[in-house]
């Protein structure tokens, strides 16, 4: 009998032992665990992590919840396919090391994915659970779980990697798209660099996430793993003007991943945007994450506002609300135009603004700002909304209500009303086919360019999208560009 199969009986064995340990009715009935979190008013004032993480023996408590199903839908909601049923059974278990392992067998970013990944929207959202109106398993906290105690436990296990087949590929771009391609095809036995335009590895990880809620050494320790993996990396480099498509061709390259993002901020173009105090969430962000501009003696300062207004109800305009609230803002507004059941951003994010004293002035949207003499930001004026129809998002559309007009009093106003793609590769890549909204045109199958060995993904293929699909994109332009090289004569 082959290793293999001795491996699946004894797999099979366990599995089948922990299911008689318990009915599906008894395991129905356990109520979902509840994330250990630090306290409102003290975390408000610091960059510490909200969430605690589970304890283990809250984490095996919750992995019996999971009915182990013939036919997981959870894992119909994960982009990168992880194994969910397996690593949670590994965690009931009590083999965490294993459940650890599982999820990197398909996750470059475990600890990441468990931290900032909506799996309420995907994996979570598929559970068999919910058909019977319980709460779904909860799949996230898990897989924060198994990454984190493997973290504590010691150095960090390195995937297996594939002999070199000599062959050189280059990646733009480090954020989730760029460092999941890169895991994929360092397994693959290729020589992978990846090129990154900021001073430090991690893209939006790194400038668009705050530590309370993503610490950079999460990041670090998981970017390790792909450096010991073989992946080397480039900082400080811009692709499209250090170094031009034909250079990298020069230089030996292959092929070429395009994972740049979508970095561009949009505004609303409404009269007072260009005062002093007005800037995006991208720019904010950067600057506290990436810069440390709440530092006194940074290079990079920025303005720390007492009446701090953000615009727009996503993920990132939590993250900057929150941010603000820490660096001092005693108002600190959400400015939304549509009710708070139409807001894109998660329900912990808000739950959690709400607790640390943010305000939501929801059905509200700015129409203009107001600066003093010296051109600084003093108020805001606020069309009063009203929600009609749906559109085409799905969402109930908002409505002006005529003549019903607020001023509000602010000293920054941060914009967070979405972003574009990043457009220089676009602009300075030659034949490169660009949709009218400045994406790269990918085969959805393949994410193969009009370019034939330049493939791409995240957000410059979707204009806007979480880290979970990005990494979904990396793995799915890895495994059709390892194809293609293999076919090449």
Known sequence: MKDEE??????????QDLRKSKTNKERAALSRVKMNELEAEYRSHNREEVNLGLTPEQARREAQRCLDCAEPGCMDGCPVNIQIPTFIKYIEAGRFLDAARTLKESSTLPAVCGRVCPQEKQCEAHCIHLKMHKESVAIG??????????????????????????????????????????????????????????????????????????????????????????????????????????????????????????????????????????????????????????????????????????????NTAMDAVRTARRLGAERAMIVYRRSEAEMPARQEEVKHAKEEGVEFLTLHNPVAYIGDEQGHVRQMKLQQMRLGDPDASGRRRPEPIEGAIDTVDVDEVIVSVGVSPNPLIPHTFKGLEISKRGTIVVDESTLRSSLPDLFAGGDIVRGGATVILAMGDGRKAAASMDKMLRNLK
């Open 6 to 15: 001795i491996s699946a009986r004894r797999a099979a064995s366990w599995r």
């Open 141 to 314: 906290y898990l897989e924060r779980f198994a990454a984190d105690y493997e973290r504590a436990s010691g150095p960090l296990a390195v995937p297996p990697v594939a002999a070199s087949n000599g062959k050189r590929v280059a990646v733009v771009g480090s954020g989730p798209a760029g460092l999941s391609f890169a895991g994929e095809m360092a397994k693959r036995g290729y020589a992978v660099t990846v090129f990154e335009a900021l001073h430090e590895i991690g893209g939006v990880l790194k400038y668009g996430i705050p530590e309370f809620r993503l610490p950079n050494a999460i990041v670090d320790a998981e970017i390790g793993i792909l450096q010991q993996m073989g992946v080397h990396f480039v900082c400080d480099c811009i692709i499209g003007k250090t170094l031009s498509y034909d250079d990298l061709h020069a230089q030996g390259f292959t092929a070429l991943f395009v994972a740049s993002g979508a970095g561009l901020p949009n505004f609303m173009n409404i009269p007072g945007e260009n005062l002093v105090g007005v800037m995006s969430s991208n720019e904010y962000l950067t600057r506290v994450n990436l810069m440390d501009a709440a530092n006194p003696e940074s290079d990079t300062p920025v303005q720390k506002g007492k009446r701090v207004a953000v615009i727009g109800g996503g």
